[in-house]
């Protein structure tokens, strides 16, 4: 909190003080001389007068307006000590009771009194005042504790865009690993942006949209950041939620504000995060809202490729969900170039692991290349909280430094979750659940296709009873025989379990619930059966279509689930020795479940191999090292 938020916050408390003290003493003023508790009216005042009962009255001070004199007050104080104000409804025939009674003796005091002009007319005006300051102060306090329009009370249509300083553009592109292809589209970018005249001279134009497309975590938020750190020009940042509001023509005006802004700051750069959130398709729905968002996306389409010309602003946005666009945000002329940001392959995943490993003290037997390899499919947060954790997990056991043991503890906690070796279980259940990955196991390592077992584990993990886990390796798409033995595994614990205790269990409601969503893909998606290679539709399905649909399905599942079953039952000594393993370790390695096979027993793997580099691509690398190299010298 800096000096100016904190000397408005001690100013705000000071103001509410003063104003709670003027109130209690206006209190207390309107009551002073009023601590009589007991019911003494005007009635019992006269009755008191009119029967000469004065013996417990000491005297009477009688308060008159000047203004209006037939009414008034009078004070009444007691021999005990005590006293009662009680207002006179007519002071005229209150001066008679006591004349008539020959009490006017008792009256001491009496004076007409008017209210000052402070009290009756400037007190109220300042204590009004004041409660208004303070309602206004409140609002321009919360106003700017939430970046609404850098403070400005109700200022719903300004740009909620944060400018980003220097000092804040803390990433470049040293710290995007992994994205070597990406990273090349977006240096041109920069390169315009730094010398725009070389690319003006030859009749070029620079895209005045990039779209950053891809899965949740696999870094296009640090890419727009490294834009940021690099480009050295003004970066707006904003999400595409910051637009909309209740209120209907905001968004529209916020879009508006954004542009007027980064048009005086040109060259300058944009970036929309999450913008399927102001973007998707016109018309998919009605009401307040979707008209909102829908003016909004029409402002900000104008805006992207309008009459109006928005030179050297370059808009870049990120989204998951490319899919739910507007076909007239993604033409060229808006967006013009969209880059595909997915998950890292084996070298990406290494680059990134040495970015993150910078910040964390690693033991000497930590082989990042390793880990790489077994993390197929993690994304560059995924890998990032994977260190994270293992990091965790050695501070917490008290080391200096992170091991591989830490790190591989990790991968289970972030791949299957936290093992709750505190949990009661049967012998019963435990005799099951070692069957059953047993059976995952066997089948795992029969089938060529299959990545191989690296642990298996009978510990409640998660959800789940057990598990078996794959070292799997980078696909970029599936053939028909590995879905097929895919389906194998998944089915290869229940099987376990029907041959061994003669019965079946829900502990295989997950691998049914995927053997049945991939057998369905297979069918309606892949082409994969012999009803021919079409894509079928739920919506445009017929009934009867539909029948030959699950038909075809249920033929795929039973045929995978018959192949699964006769490799166990004709293993079934085997796997009697690894579920016995199991209850005896709890955790096996993929390497000492194999041991209890004779050598050579399982069929070689049919892993993908990937050529090597040819001269000119090295050759190529090699240019591009020296001139990076140049550069930086």
């Keep these: 909190m800096n000096k100016d938020t904190t000397f408005k916050t001690i100013l705000m408390y000071i103001l509410i003080f003063v104003f709670i003290l003027i109130s209690f003493t206006m209190y207390k003023n309107i009551n002073l001389h009023n601590n009589g508790n007991f019911d003494y009216t005007y009635s019992s005042l006269v009755n008191d007068i ?47 009771v006591l004349h008539n009674s020959n009490s006017l003796h008792l009256v001491e005091t009496f004076q007409p009194t008017k209210p000052s002009i402070f009290s009756a007319t400037y007190l109220p005006l300042i204590i009004i005042i004041i409660v208004v300051f303070i309602v206004l102060l409140i609002i321009t306090q919360q106003a700017k504790g939430s970046g609404g329009g850098g403070g400005r009370v109700l200022s719903f249509g300004k740009s909620k865009a944060k400018v980003l300083t220097e000092g804040q553009k803390t990433a470049s592109f040293k710290d995007v690993a992994g994205l070597k292809e990406e990273k090349h589209d977006l240096e041109e970018v920069v390169d315009f942006l730094k010398d725009p005249k070389k690319y003006k001279d030859i009749g070029a134009r620079i895209p005045k949209g990039i779209l950053l ?13 490294a834009i940021a750190g690099e480009a050295g020009v003004q970066f707006f940042s904003i999400s595409g939620s910051d637009f909309v509001e209740m209120f209907v023509g905001v968004g529209a005006s916020r879009v508006r504000d954004m542009f007027e802004e980064a048009k005086k700051n040109k060259p300058c750069l944009i970036f929309i995060d999450e913008i399927d959130a102001v973007g998707r398709r016109r018309g998919s729905g009605l009401g307040g809202g979707h008209d909102e968002r829908e003016q909004t996306l029409n402002q900000l389409l104008v805006e992207m490729d309008g009459f109006s010309t928005n030179e050297n602003i370059i808009i870049i946005a990120a989204t998951n969900r490319v899919d739910i666009l507007d076909p007239a945000l993604l033409r060229p002329g808006r967006f013009d170039r969209q880059i ?21 003290k690693l033991a000497q037997n930590v082989n990042l290349e390793e880990v790489a390899k077994t993390t197929s499919g993690f994304t560059g947060a995924q890998l990032e909280n994977l260190l994270n ?86 696909k970029g798409y599936f053939s028909k025989n590995y879905l097929t033995q895919e389906i194998m595994v998944l089915f290869g614990g229940r099987i376990a379990e029907e041959i061994i205790f003669d019965d079946i269990t829900t502990g295989a409601s997950s691998d049914i619930e995927r053997a049945s969503k991939i057998a369905r893909g297979m069918v309606t998606k892949y082409g994969m059966s012999s009803l021919g290679p079409i894509e079928f539709i739920d919506d445009e399905i017929s009934p009867t279509l539909a029948s030959s649909i699950d038909e075809e399905i249920k033929g795929i599942i039973s045929s995978c689930y018959d192949k699964a079953r006769k490799i166990l039952t004709e293993n079934i000594d085997y796997l009697h020795s690894t579920a016995n393993l199991l209850l005896e370790k709890e955790k096996i390695t993929g390497d000492e479940f194999r041991n209890l096979f004779p050598e050579n027993f399982f069929p070689e793997k049919k892993l993908p191999t990937y050529p090597e580099k040819d001269e000119d691509e090295k050759d190529t690398n090699k240019n591009e090292n020296i001139e990076s190299e140049s550069k930086e010298n």
């Design 50 to 96: 009119k029967s000469n009962n004065n013996n417990n009255i000491d005297y009477i001070s009688i308060k008159t307006s000047e203004d209006i004199y037939d009414k008034g007050s009078v004070i009444v104080y007691f021999i005990n000590g005590s006293r009662k104000a009680i207002p006179i409804p007519s002071m005229n025939a209150f001066m008679e």
């Design 213 to 225: 497309v891809g899965p949740p975590g696999t870094g296009k938020t640090l890419l727009a950041r």
């Design 340 to 360: 595909y940001v997915g998950a890292p392959d084996v070298k990406g995943r290494e680059e990134i692991l040495n970015v993150h490993a910078k910040t964390k």
């Design 389 to 474: 954790e293992a990091a965790i997990i050695s501070a917490r056991k008290g080391k200096q430094e992170i091991s591989m043991e830490e790190i591989r503890k990790a991968f289970i906690k972030v791949g299957v979750g936290t093992e709750k070796k505190s949990r009661v279980i049967s012998q019963e259940e435990r005799a099951i659940t070692a069957y059953h990955e047993a059976g995952h196991a066997i089948i795992t390592e029969m089938l060529p296709l299959m990545d191989k077992v690296h642990i298996i584990s009978i510990i409640p993990t998660g959800g789940a009873g057990g598990y078996t886990m794959h070292l799997p390796v980078d």
